[in-house]
């Protein structure tokens, strides 16, 4: 746990890395739709949809702005394609990276079902998040008795940001379903290491004191 710890801060507080190309075309990010998928629904393929996005709203308008224009001035008719071209020449160009929000950050998500054995299961005991997140300061940013506890994470050795984290339990037929959702992370870089160290959290219960 350690160690995956050291490895996520490690991604959020040094540079990104330069990023690889993703094809031999210099993408930035792979869309989720292939290029095949692509080709028979709308006739075109990726290479095709950046050149005309780039020759008509271009790089400098927002997401509703580009996806509008693909509605209107191509031969698209479904406004999901639409929509899917969009987000896939965002992700190609660098735009809007998978994951990144509005405002440039990443976000992070992960879920667990637990057995209804672990239905005490709270975030509102300071002393136990704590416990369970030994390495870090987590500072509660939102009201008591919330349904989504808002925390900030600092990592305690050197008072670093590290974004902010909300923890939703939601009833299940079998128990709970715990989903940790990491938020202002800076980068694409970062997230993975977060999934990876999210992920062992949720498979552990909470400490207790």
């Not at 300071?126 to 900030?152: C, D, I, N, Y």
């Not at 989903?179 to 800076?186: A, D, F, G, I, M």
């Not at 980068?187 to 498979?203: I, T």
Request: aromatic share 8%; charged share 20%.
């Amino acid at each position: 746990m350690t160690d995956i710890w050291r490895a996520a801060v490690a991604a959020t507080i040094t540079p990104d890395p330069a990023v690889a190309s993703a094809s031999p075309s210099g993408w930035v990010a792979v869309p989720e739709t292939s290029d095949d998928t692509l080709r028979e629904a709308t006739g075109r393929g990726w290479a095709d949809w950046v050149a005309i996005i780039d020759a008509g709203p271009a790089r400098g308008q927002s997401h509703t702005e580009i996806a509008d224009w693909v509605k209107a001035e191509t031969d698209i008719v479904a406004w999901w394609w639409a929509q899917n071209v969009t987000v896939g020449y965002e992700r190609i160009t660098g735009l809007r990276l998978p994951g990144q929000m509005k405002d440039g950050t990443f976000t992070v998500s992960r879920s667990r079902t637990l057995q209804a054995a672990d239905a005490s299961l709270t975030y509102e005991d300071p002393a136990r998040l704590k416990a369970s997140l030994p390495q870090a300061h987590v500072t509660r940013t939102s009201k008591p008795g919330v349904k989504t506890p808002r925390f900030t994470l600092t990592e305690a050795a050197s008072a670093t940001r590290l974004g902010q984290v909300t923890f939703t339990v939601d009833a299940t037929k079998t128990g709970q379903r715990l989903t940790v959702t990491h938020e202002k992370l800076p980068s694409l870089h970062a997230c993975e290491p977060w999934k990876a160290f999210w992920s062992l959290l949720a498979r552990r219960p909470l400490s207790v004191h």
